[in-house]
C-alpha cells in the first residue's frame, strides 16, 4: 500500500475557536514552552513525521471568546528541537513584513538546532491590520503579495546556498576559519528585494530545509508548483482532492519541475473520542459554545469518529491516490494527541524514518548551486557581509 506522509498542525490548543474552553485544553498553559514540548513530543510518540506550527502578525478574529494570541512559531519549533528526535518542524513565517535575510537565517539556525529537521511555511500577510501594524506599505492583493513571497522565497534559497558545505575549514595552522572563496554573494535584485548576502550562517544539515506552501487560490498555487517541496491543499472529499493534487502535478511539470519530487498533503480536520457518537457530542459542545461561522479559504473534508475509523480514512486516502500525505488539524488539539497516543499503531502506514526531513520525504540533499566545478567565482567583493533590503 502507498505509505502516506503524516503530519499535524497545532495551532494552540485546536483549530475550533472554542477548544480553550475544554477542562483538557491547558490553555493556562499556552503560553509556556512546558505546553508545545508535552505537544509536540506526544505527536512524535504518536509516530507523526511533521508538525507544523501557524503562526500569525494578526490577532485571530472573533473577539474576547477564542483564544487570542500566538506566540512566534520558529521560537516555538526552536524550543522543542532539543525535546524531539525524529519529528519534522515546519512554522510558518509571514514574508510580507519580514526580510528574507532574516527568515534565512533563522530556518538555518532552527535547522542546526533539530539536527536537519526543519521547514519552513511561508505565508504572506493580508488585510489592513497587519500592514498597519507595521506602517511600511498599504495592504496588497494576493496575487502582488504572492508575487513578493515568489521572490522571497528565491532569495532564501539562494542564501542557503551561499555558503558551501566545505566553506568552514578551521585550519589552527594558517589561522583560517573559512574558505573566503567558497563564499558566494548572491546578486538578487527585483521588485521587492535587493540582496547581495551572502548569509551570515553556515549551509545547514540539510542545504536546503523543506519548503511548504498552501495552494489556496490561483496566485498561492502558482509559487506553490514553481517553489515548494511540500504542498498544503483543502477539498471535501477524496475525488476532489484526487483532481486537485492531478492538476498540481501537472503544473508542477508545467515549471520544469519533477512531480514525483513534490508531495501534495491534504487537510483533514479532526476530532478524535472514544466513540464516534462521543465525538459528535463534543463537537456540538464546542460549536455551541462558539460556532465556525467561516470554514477558512476553502471547506476541508472533516472526520469526527475515533482513531480507528481515522486510520480507515487515511487508507482510503492512500488507496484513491488523493494526496501524498496529510496534515491531520485537531479542533481540539490536547484530546486528539491523546486517542493518537492511546491506540495500537497509530502511526498509519508506517514510513522508514531518516535521520533528516529531507530524507523522511525521500529527497535528496541538493548541491549548493554556487559550488558547480568552474562555473562560481570565489566571493570577490569586499569583506563585509552585506545584508538584503527591500528594493
Partial sequence: MTELFLAIELDGTGAHPASWRRRDSRAEDLFTGGYWVDAITAAEKAGVDAVFVPDSFGLQPGGPG?????????????RVAAATHRIGLLPQAPVTHTEPFHLAKAIQSLDFASLGRAGWEVT?????????????????????LWQEADEAIEVVTRLWDSWEDDAEIRDVRTGRFIDRDKLHYIDFTGEHFSVQGPSITPRSPQGQPIVA??????????VAARRADLIRIAATD??????RRAALRTAIL?????????QVLLDIDIHLADTTAAAQAELAQLDQWAPITTPGPAPRLRHIGTAESLRELLSAVAEAEAADGVVLRPLAAPAALQHLLGTPSARILAADPGPTLRARLGLPRPASRYAAPNTSPGMTAPATFAKGMRS
Fill in 66 to 78: 477564542v483564544t487570542r494570541g500566538v506566540l512566534d512559531a520558529i521560537a516555538i519549533s526552536a
Fill in 213 to 222: 506552501v498552501r495552494a489556496e487560490d490561483a496566485a498561492s498555487s502558482a
Fill in 254 to 262: 508545467a515549471a520544469d519541475r519533477d512531480p514525483d519530487a513534490v
Fill in 238 to 243: 477524496l475525488g476532489s482532492a484526487h483532481v
Fill in 124 to 144: 504572506v500577510s493580508e488585510g489592513p491590520e497587519q500592514a498597519a501594524a507595521f506602517g511600511r506599505k498599504p495592504a496588497q492583493a494576493p496575487a502582488a
